[in-house]
């Protein structure tokens, strides 16, 4: 899926990772990762822990080693450079500021250790420091030590930190992993907006997928060390590629079905299948919005009878939990005016969408 | 002047109000205990001394004699305590950051200056530093003289005062964020920018608490020093050797004069140290 998108970025790619591997003591973490990122572009990182999102950032950061496959920033090989010559800003999910310097140290830091040829004079980092704290929104803090900030503070100081280098990339672990939901979606927005003006390449890791969804441009979903799907939010929302990525995006009831003569084969009920999909045992995705209430007069071979297991009223609307199968979450779907059953009737649904893979 | 002035807090109060208690006991029995085991001691000895009169303490505290030994042993001390610093600050590095065979082994003997007594140090010492001895005798030949010479003092201290700097430094560096370095990697620091910018100075308190500690134990030392110093008058003789031989002479105001003047210098230097460790909290941020 990278590689079909890397065909026109080929002049223009900021990232490549190509076939990375990383083995710990013979447990795999990566397992031959392929990554694009076009210059300017948002990418995020999203699958669960373990899966190896955190393992590919710091190789591309150049803090881990791969045991196979190489990264490349532009044309250059980056493989074999250190951190210190890859130039890229990395935020830690801890943010790690130093605690025993000022913001305004903390954030100079990156261009007070370059050699002396290199280095910006003193009244020069001192203005870079408090634009970049500007650029932040912190602007008048830079003798205030990290210990006096709240975490969103940090945060941003952690970023102004990693600005300051001018990276050629910018790599974010869990950004806003420690932070509280409201200053969450604060910071948020915030980022997407920081990211509009300066056009940053960059790449964050996230396990939160609302976060994945609404901040990138595109998003690389990541399990058991391999990338599952990488495309826009709402490629890989309403067109998953894989069982996994259907049932780790959005909130989806998983139902092992069969699949026999065009059918979908549900208990006694059944759905007509998509063209050309191979019989045997499947899983059928359900996600809320999938179900509606079928009209009257539609075919009975297109849709499909479901338990009533409650009504529920919520404001304007009224909503139902239809019970797919025992021993399976129910799902809510929100119920049109003109249709009200109560309680332990059967509602005949239809499938908008139809997320089947095989099992 | 409402005649119901609301209450005000009191100017002072010996406690704050805390939803924890234990305040009390946990103050009185430490105040109790301290007393027991220290003040009192120390008081009955400035008391004893205090029985020449200012005079006579200037007199026997000034006497060439004991200004050497004072000055052997605090000067040694002191060096010997920064030596520390520097290898105490090395080892706890290597015993923290890598793993390597016998790494236990190495972290377990860092302790046995604490537990071997003093004399067997002393003995040991003296033997393998003396002109014939193992490493005394590669010595000799280049001219270096350590055992009975100040230079042997120094050695017997920088054993002793060892396990102080690598056991409170140890704990420290291992709680240190490994983020923070890769943080200043990243950044482009040279390993040892990192070092020297990032890492020593959230060290700095620690190390600092364990030269305090390394240098009190130093001048406090008598049984490993008196073995190879060797206890030349105005050479190398120690200000607590002096004071056993004040004894033995049965010059017991002599001796405590001594002894409270040690007191109260290393009183001074224990002091400025805290306060420096403390200044250096604040200014690295340990809140």
């Known amino acids: 899926m990278g590689a079909a998108m890397s065909t026109e970025a080929m002049e223009t790619v900021a990232i490549r990772a190509e ?3 990383k083995h710990f003591a013979a447990v795999p973490a990566l397992n031959g990762v392929d990554l694009d990122v076009a210059p300017g572009e948002l990418v995020a990182l999203l699958g669960p822990s373990g899966s190896g999102k955190t393992t590919l950032l710091r190789i591309v950061a150049g803090l881990d080693h791969p045991t196979a496959g190489r990264v490349f920033f532009g044309d250059e090989d980056a493989t074999a450079l250190p951190v210190q010559a890859r130039r890229v800003g990395f935020v830690f999910q801890s943010y790690a500021l130093f605690r025993h310097m000022t913001v305004g140290d903390n954030v100079a830091y990156g261009l007070k250790v370059r050699p002396r040829s290199a ?27 990290p210990a ?65 969804l609404e901040l990138a441009d595109r998003v690389a979903i990541l399990d058991r060390g391999r990338i599952e799907q990488i495309g826009t939010p709402d490629e890989v929302y309403d067109r998953p590629a894989t069982a996994f990525v259907a049932g780790f995006i959005g909130e989806a009831v998983k139902v092992p079905v069969t699949v026999a003569g065009g059918r979908v084969l549900l208990g006694p009920h059944g759905l007509p299948a998509p063209d050309g999909f191979r019989d045997g045992p499947a899983a059928l995705f359900v996600r809320p919005r999938d179900l509606v209430a079928a009209e009257d007069g539609e075919d009975v071979a297109d849709t499909m009878p479901l338990a009533v297991a409650g009504v529920r009223r919520a404001g304007p609307a009224r909503r139902a939990e239809l019970s797919i199968a025992e021993h399976l979450p129910a799902v809510e779907i929100e119920l049109p005016p003109h249709v009200s059953p109560s309680r332990g009737d059967t509602l005949a649904v239809r499938f908008s969408t139809l997320r089947l893979f095989p099992a | 002047m409402s005649a119901a002035a609301p209450a005000r807090a009191p100017w002072f ?65 002191l060096a010997a305590a920064a030596v520390n610093s520097v290898f105490g600050l090395l080892v706890a590095w290597v015993l923290t950051r890598y793993r390597f065979p016998a790494r236990r082994l190495l972290d377990a003997m860092v302790d046995l200056p604490f537990a071997l007594p003093t004399a067997v140090a002393g003995i040991s010492l003296a033997a393998i530093w003396a002109p014939n001895g193992w490493i005394g005798g590669l010595l000799a030949p280049l001219g270096i003289k350590v055992a009975f010479t100040p230079l042997g003092i120094f050695v017997a201290l920088v054993f002793v005062g060892l396990p102080f700097v690598v056991r409170t430094v140890q704990p420290v560096l291992a709680d240190l964020d490994r983020e923070t370095e890769e943080a200043s990697a990243s950044l482009g620091a040279t390993r040892r920018q990192t070092v020297f910018r990032v890492v020593l100075p959230s060290l700095l308190p620690a190390i600092l608490t364990g030269f ?36 033995e002479e049965f010059d017991y105001q002599g001796a405590t004069v001594i002894a409270s003047v040690m007191l109260a210098i290393a009183f001074l230097l224990l002091l400025t140290i805290n306060l420096i460790q403390a200044w250096s909290r604040r200014r690295f941020g340990h809140v």
């Open chain 1, 148 to 212: 006096q900030l709240s975490g969103g503070q940090r945060q941003r100081v952690a970023l102004a930190r990693a600005l300051a280098v001018e990276p050629r990339v910018l790599l974010l672990d869990e950004p806003f992993g420690a932070l509280d939901a409201k200053v969450r979606r604060d910071l948020r927005r915030w980022l997407r907006d920081l990211h509009d003006r300066t056009g940053h390449t960059t790449l964050f890791v996230t396990h939160d997928q609302d976060e994945a």
């Open chain 2, 13 to 77: 109060r010996l406690r704050q109000p805390s939803a924890l208690p234990g305040f009390c006991p946990t103050l009185g029995f430490a105040l109790l205990y301290l007393s027991l085991i220290v003040l009192i001691p120390l008081g009955a000895l400035v008391l004893r001394a205090s029985g020449l009169g200012l005079d006579g303490i200037w007199q026997v505290a000034t006497s060439p004699r004991v200004r050497a030994a004072l000055e052997v042993s605090f000067g040694v001390s």
């Open chain 1, 19 to 21: 076939g990375l591997e």
């Open chain 1, 119 to 145: 280095r910006p004079s003193r009244t020069d980092i001192r203005k870079r420091v408090s634009e970049l704290l500007e650029l932040v929104h912190l602007p008048g803090l830079e003798k205030r030590f």
């Open chain 2, 212 to 247: 305090a500690l390394a240098f009190g134990r130093a001048v406090g030392e008598y049984g490993s020093v008196i073995f190879i110093a060797g206890n030349l008058p105005f050479r190398s003789e120690i200000a607590p050797l002096l004071i056993v031989i004040k004894l």
